[in-house]
């Protein structure tokens, strides 16, 4: 049998509506750029209507899912906006009211407004997680109670980039008597039939495609090497290189434990298509049901609360509650109250109720993150171009 060619292999299938064929030659081109092997999904609503479906590579299908690693934050958070939507949470109540375990160490006047917008300095723990801990919210809320901010609560912001889920999930469990998956679950992806798993049932495991390695060029290798975080730092401590075993981000999606437990940080499965269907459904409703939130819900959870030079990530970030805007950081051609959450592997999701835009992206292959959001830069500037006409 021959091999196949690079254009076979990554023949991009799927459909766009009408006046999205731009869409689809982005996408296409982004075969071009990529090293054999590249694999991806691109999926996007318009108040509630898809009008883009495609996929590529090698091995994935449509319906494929994969690790989305932070994109699983969106969805927590959702879940956490609806709740203050229903007046089930008060975002400037002292967490201590709903979690009286938490009001130590400094901890005490700490609101879940704090909580949600990466302010409250507690993105590790000293000692680190276990993977099983890494896997278990509750585990990891238990461990933070106790633990000491690494800076003073409100005068500065960091990326909680494992933990931030495992925070507000506690005040979410405290609330109602429920983890924030099985509302996820109840509330959201099972009514709107998304394909977006916070925890991962094993009758959907034939679906899953472990996440590849990054498969750096000699010049990326020496960026990523002369730019690595030292294991006490605050980078470090954030990503649980602090630990004995530290963690390695890429492999996190590939343990069964943590698509099992669907951490709700970081252990999310989605295809394309469940990423954009959750912020479709978020702001314009889905399948016949309406919208989740209300637009005053979703400018309230898109509003800034946390700009400028994030102490984790050592560079510009801007938060609202829960989930990035979208405008300020990433994407500046969308609308200010554009919301949503990417992914470290190089997924990107979010909703843009200026336009009705709601887009979800999804690659199995680990990025390299740059060369990823370039990419995705084009192809989301594509999407917004044709959804404005």
Known sequence: MPTPTAAQTNAVQGTVAKGYEGVREAFE???????????????????????????????????????????????????????????????????????????????????????????????GADAGFTLEELADDRAIAGKLA???????????????????????????????GRTMQELYEERVRAPYGLDFYMALPEEQEHRFLTTQPMDPTPAQTRFLQENAPGAHSLSGIAFNLNHAVPTVLEELPNHRVIRAGGPASVGGTASARGLAGMYAAAISGLNGKEALLTPGTAAEFAQIHSAGHDLVLGAFAAFGLGFGNMSADRFPFLGARAFGHGGAAGSQAFADPSTGLAVGFNRRRFAFREDNHAQVTRLVRALHEAASI
Do not use: C, M, N
């Open 29 to 123: 081109a982004t075969f071009a750029e990529e090293r054999a092997g590249h694999s991806a999904q691109l999926a996007a609503y318009v108040h509630g209507e898809q009008v883009v479906d495609l996929w590529g590579g090698p091995g994935i299908e449509g319906d494929s899912l994969t690790g989305v690693f932070s994109s699983t934050k969106g969805a927590a958070h959702l879940v956490v906006a609806l709740l203050v939507q229903e007046g089930v949470l008060d975002l400037d109540r002292e967490v201590r009211h709903y979690w009286p375990e938490f009001a130590a160490a400094g901890k005490e006047h700490v609101t879940l407004r704090d909580l949600l917008a990466h302010r409250a300095g507690l993105v």
């Open 146 to 176: 106790a633990q000491r901010p690494y800076w003073r609560p409100g005068t500065a912001f960091g990326y909680h980039a494992y933990v931030i889920g495992a925070l507000t999930g506690e005040v979410v469990r405290r609330a109602t």
